[in-house]
T-cell receptor, first 113, second 112 residues
Framework: GAGVSQSPSNKVTEKGKDVELRCDPISGHTALYWYRQSLGQGLEFLIYFQGNSAPDKSGLPSDRFSAERTGGSVSTLTIQRTQQEDSAVYLC???????????FGPGTRLLVL | QKEVEQDPGPLSVPEGAIVSLNCTYS??????FMWYRQYSRKGPELLMY????GNKEDGRFTAQVDKSSKYISLFIRDSQPSDSATYLCAMAYNFGNEKLTFGTGTRLTIIP
C-alpha cells in the first residue's frame, strides 16, 4: 500500500519565482493537510482540505500562498513570488476522514536563493 | 511565546537507558495530545495518542499527560539505536483534530 507521496522531493528556486508543490494522498483518504517545517520552528499548520473544499485556510502565511485539491485526491500548494523566508520543508498529510490519524509524506525541501 | 514549548536538545543517551521527553503548553483548551517520531529526511509518524490527563503505555513507550500542570511526557524504556530520531509533541483542541499544534521537536541519539 502506497503512502503519501510528494513531489518534487527537493526544489531550488530564485527569489521572485513561483513554485508548485504536489501531494498525492493515500487512496481513499478524504482529508488532506499541508504543513511547513522550518529550522527551530516545528511544524506549522497551513491549510486543511475535506474533499475538494478548504474549510480552514487560517495557516496560510500570506496571499502569495494558495492551494487547491481536485477530484478529492491530488493537491497542489502554490507559492507565488517566492521569498527567502519561504525556504522550508513543506509536508503533506492525509487521513481517512476528519479526526483520524494523519499520515505524513516525506516532504518537499524548498530552498529560495 | 509559543503555545507549545519543547526542548530542542540534542539529547544523547546510552543504549538501554530510559529516555524522558517533555512538552509544556499554555492553552488549557488542548484536549488531545500526540507524540510523533521523525527520522531524518522523512515525514513524522504517529507514536502515541492520548486524550485528557493520564497515562498510556504501548510496548516500550509511555505517554503521560498532566493537564493541571499543562505538561506532557514521553518515556522510552530500554532505548535502542533505532529510537534515534526527532520526537515531536502535538496537540489539538477537539476531536476532528485537523489543526495540530506542534512543538519544535527534540533530537534524540541513542549511543550503542
Amino acid at each position: 500500500g502506497a503512502g503519501v507521496s510528494q513531489s518534487p522531493s527537493n526544489k531550488v528556486t530564485e527569489k521572485g519565482k513561483d513554485v508548485e508543490l504536489r501531494c498525492d494522498p493515500i487512496s481513499g483518504h478524504t482529508a488532506l493537510y499541508w504543513y511547513r517545517q522550518s529550522l527551530g520552528q516545528g511544524l506549522e499548520f497551513l491549510i486543511y482540505f475535506q474533499g475538494n473544499s478548504a474549510p480552514d485556510k487560517s495557516g496560510l502565511p500570506s496571499d502569495r500562498f494558495s492551494a487547491e485539491r481536485t477530484g478529492g485526491s491530488v493537491s497542489t500548494l502554490t507559492i507565488q513570488r517566492t521569498q527567502q523566508e519561504d525556504s522550508a520543508v513543506y509536508l503533506c498529510a492525509s487521513s481517512f476522514m476528519r479526526g483520524e490519524t494523519q499520515y505524513f509524506g516525506p516532504g518537499t525541501r524548498l530552498l529560495v536563493l | 511565546q509559543k503555545e507549545v514549548e519543547q526542548d530542542p536538545g540534542p539529547l544523547s543517551v546510552p543504549e538501554g537507558a530510559i529516555v524522558s521527553l517533555n512538552c509544556t503548553y499554555s492553552n488549557s483548551a488542548f484536549q488531545y495530545f500526540m507524540w510523533y517520531r521523525q527520522y531524518s529526511r522523512k515525514g513524522p509518524e504517529l507514536l502515541m495518542y492520548t486524550y485528557s490527563s493520564g497515562n498510556k503505555e504501548d510496548g516500550r513507550f509511555t505517554a503521560q499527560v498532566d493537564k493541571s500542570s499543562k505538561y506532557i511526557s514521553l518515556f522510552i524504556r530500554d532505548s535502542q539505536p533505532s529510537d534515534s530520531a526527532t520526537y515531536l509533541c502535538a496537540m489539538a483542541y477537539n476531536f476532528g483534530n485537523e489543526k495540530l499544534t506542534f512543538g519544535t521537536g527534540t533530537r534524540l541519539t541513542i549511543i550503542p
